[in-house]
């Protein structure tokens, strides 16, 4: 791994920001094509790939399982699969970037297999939890040796005699339940898998596109049940990757907050478990409109068009949180230009992501000018009404959203506004400077 040298990135106030921001492939969608393509036998093919540092770490762990995977055009990818129980062991560590969703996904699709690997990780990712998904999947007999804490960098050993179970996730992360159900494809007979929580579903989606048998049955409390029989084998797919509505969010706010802009994002993921934000975003009176809603590749798409809007501050509901998990940190600066409070609860998780993200916004916001109060499990910020006063450099902590979003509130602040570290920002949306700049975006 190279050693890190951060790259500071200043956003200045802007004047208004007009056109079509097109988006890059959703990142959740394109790390779970590339591994299920590597759990099956034949030729799979995937057009829309993110080809951001995260999912390219997957592709990589991915080809040392085994998988033959090629690029053929931009966006445009091949992956020759070995089945499920098909697998090699990888010769070297596994390293995995940045990335929490590849880590903890293709543990659960290795863990049924009777091969080892050692996972480890930048040093955002060697400091996230992964015992989340260890523990259960010892359940299935794999077993694991990590670092005191269950922190990379750890070995998985896969086993030979792989038994289905029966198992509620009580955290509410997709990326535990995806580990499970992708576990799950190696174990004889049903597993089967509840959670209260509606976290994203795209690996049962996709699941059913690459031939298993998922069904998924509503529970009393709100949560679901999902049963994956094992020991199956998969039909190569085509998947035609949606654009990613977690990075549509930078430019969406961007329009919202700075004065006079239209933007348009064309196809984006419009999942029901993804769109959070933009619920909360009309709750906070923004002017978005959603058209030309259509399906495609087993997926809702459609296109945005956002317009300057006075925001004013909201309570949003905790139980909103699972479909929105990524966009908190920009939520907080639409927020912090509303007039009024707006209040944050329920958001735990947000201390595990790439960095402390509650931590990480209310020290941002206040460096900003913004009063905030951090709470153990969310915060209420104070919004000014447009007028952030900014003069600040923030922390970003190797979080590639926390990066994002400061800049976004740079573009409407009264004074720039200094990331401390850019880099982080390719591994999901390398593009987001040319991409804000082609709308207007001042930068330097
Ligand atoms: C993801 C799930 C979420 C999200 C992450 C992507 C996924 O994480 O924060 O960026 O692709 O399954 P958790 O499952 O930890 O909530």
């Given at each position: 791994m190279s050693p890190f040298s951060p790259v500071p990135f200043t956003a200045h106030r802007s004047g208004s920001l007009l056109g079509v921001a097109a988006i890059p492939g959703?990142?959740?969608?394109?790390?779970?094509?590339?591994?299920?393509?590597?759990?099956?036998?034949?030729?799979t093919r995937i057009s829309g790939l993110l080809e951001a540092e995260d999912v390219l770490q997957t592709a990589q762990a991915m080809r040392q399982f085994g998988a033959e995977i090629s690029q053929t055009a931009p966006g445009d990818w091949q992956v020759w699969g070995r089945g499920v129980g098909g697998w090699r062991a990888p010769d070297?560590?596994?390293?995995?970037?940045?990335?929490?969703?590849?880590?903890?996904?293709?543990?659960?699709?290795?863990?049924?297999?009777?091969?080892?690997?050692?996972f480890t990780g930048d040093e955002s990712l060697r400091r996230r939890p992964m015992k989340r998904v260890l523990e259960p999947l010892t359940k299935f007999g794999a077993t694991y040796e990590a670092r005191d804490g269950g922190l990379m960098p750890l070995t998985v050993y896969g086993t030979d005699r792989p038994i289905c179970i029966d198992y509620e996730v009580t955290v509410a992360s997709a990326q535990v339940k995806s580990a499970l159900l992708l576990a799950a494809l190696g174990a004889p007979g049903v597993t089967r898998i509840t959670q209260?929580?509606?976290?994203?579903?795209?690996?049962?989606?996709?699941?059913?596109?690459?031939?298993a048998e998922v069904s998924i049955e509503p529970l009393d409390n709100g949560g679901e049940r999902i049963c994956v029989m094992g020991e199956v084998e998969l039909w190569p797919a085509r998947i035609a990757v949606p654009r990613d509505p977690s990075s549509a969010a930078f430019p969406l706010?961007?329009?919202?907050?700075?004065?006079?802009?239209?933007?348009?994002?064309?196809?984006?993921?419009?999942?029901?478990?993804?769109?959070?934000?933009?619920?909360?975003?009309?709750e906070?009176?923004?002017?978005?409109?959603i058209v030309?809603?259509?399906?495609?590749?087993?997926?809702?798409?459609?296109?945005?068009?956002a317009r300057h809007s006075q925001l004013h501050g909201v309570v949003v509901p905790p139980e909103r949180?699972?479909?929105?998990?990524?966009?908190?940190?920009?939520?907080?600066?639409?927020?912090?230009?509303?007039?009024?409070?707006?209040?944050?609860?329920?958001?735990?998780?947000?201390?595990?992501?790439?960095?402390?993200?509650?931590s990480a916004i209310a020290n941002g916001l206040r460096a900003c000018g913004i009063q905030v109060d951090e709470l153990e499990d969310g915060m209420i910020?104070?919004?000014?009404?447009?007028?952030?006063?900014?003069?600040?450099?923030?922390?970003?902590?190797?979080?590639?959203?926390?990066?994002?979003?400061?800049?976004?509130?740079?573009?409407?602040?009264?004074?720039p506004i200094t990331a401390d570290d850019s880099s982080m920002i390719s591994t999901s949306f390398p593009e987001f400077e040319t991409i804000m700049r082609s709308i207007g975006a001042k930068f330097s």
């Open positions: 959703d990142k959740s969608i394109s790390h779970r094509a590339l591994i299920l393509g590597a759990l099956t036998v034949g030729e070297a560590e596994l390293d995995f970037g940045n990335s929490g969703t590849g880590a903890r996904l293709a543990m659960g699709a290795m863990a049924t297999t009777p091969i080892s690997a050692v209260e929580a509606l976290t994203r579903d795209h690996t049962e989606r996709m699941l059913q596109a690459f031939g706010v961007a329009a919202l907050i700075v004065p006079e802009s239209e933007v348009s994002i064309p196809d984006v993921l419009l999942n029901p478990r993804r769109i959070g934000l933009i619920d909360t975003l009309l906070m009176g923004a002017d978005i409109s030309n809603r259509r399906e495609s590749g087993g997926e809702e798409i459609g296109d945005l068009i949180a699972p479909s929105m998990i990524d966009e908190y940190p920009i939520l907080a600066i639409a927020a912090a230009n509303a007039s009024g409070r707006t209040v944050m609860r329920g958001l735990e998780e947000l201390r595990v992501k790439e960095s402390d993200r509650l910020i104070h919004g000014c009404a447009g007028e952030v006063p900014g003069n600040a450099t923030i922390a970003t902590h190797m979080d590639h959203r926390i990066a994002m979003s400061f800049l976004i509130a740079g573009l409407a602040s009264r004074a």
